[in-house]
């Protein structure tokens, strides 16, 4: 896998600006608040459309701007390829992150992943080691998804399984309870679907920590 170009528009603070990575090593210096973290996360964005640093949509375009637009040359396995991903803000025509793969719309930026794959380390994984089990939860899920294109689906059909559980379970104090045997009937098939689920990634989370 490598880049060999990246060019972003209004993103966070960089209104325009262009990266071609040298051959062997790049090195971006700069001073503060010039963009630096900035266009590496760009970068990690191409995997998928997730930030490292948790970013939601607006904080990803530049102020003032209805989107913010990442274009990518790289090249996988020798085979050149294209990737651009616009991220629209709320209220315009196509809100949300949504890209095109070699001039085809591929929809929610999501449906690329491990399409194009990086590793990022910054200072806050040092919270990987110090801190709880959901940042290394985390940590697993955002490789798995890099390298196995359905896990992010099997992971989303997880988290709506236990959200739906938890409403069921959940007290209603405003609104009419469902009688108990349609609670308990309810309550069997999301316990299936997370049992299920559940597995499917367990598996790829022991595949992944083997490896």
């Not at 809100?95 to 929610?108: E, F, H, S």
């Not at 919270?127 to 939860?137: A, D, N, Q």
């Not at 069997?188 to 499917?200: H, S």
Request: proline fraction near 4%; include cysteine.
């Amino acid at each position: 896998m490598r880049l060999n170009r990246l060019a972003v528009t209004d993103y966070r603070n960089l209104s325009a600006a262009v990266l071609e990575p040298a051959p062997q090593l790049t090195v971006l210096c700069g001073a503060n608040g010039q963009g630096k973290t900035n266009l590496l996360e760009a970068v990690w964005l191409l995997t998928g459309g997730k930030s490292f640093r948790g970013a939601k949509d607006a904080e990803l375009i530049r102020r003032g701007a209805d989107f913010a637009v990442l274009e990518a040359a790289f090249e996988a396995g020798d085979r050149p390829q294209e990737i651009r991903l616009t991220v629209g803000a709320k209220g315009t025509q196509r809100p949300g992150r949504t890209v095109r793969l070699n001039g085809a719309d591929r929809g929610r930026a999501a449906s690329i992943a491990g399409t194009f794959t990086a590793v990022a380390f910054d200072p806050n994984h040092l919270s990987l080691v110090k801190g709880g089990p959901e940042g290394r939860r985390h940590f697993l899920d955002a490789a798995l998804c890099q390298l196995y294109p359905g896990y992010l689906a099997t992971y989303r059909r997880y988290v709506r399984a236990l959200q739906q559980k938890n409403a069921l379970l959940r007290h209603s104090s405003g609104g009419t309870e469902r009688p108990w045997a349609e609670k308990c009937a309810l309550l069997e098939v999301l316990n299936n679907e997370l049992a299920l689920q559940g597995e499917a990634i367990q598996q790829r989370r022991r595949a992944y920590l083997a490896k």
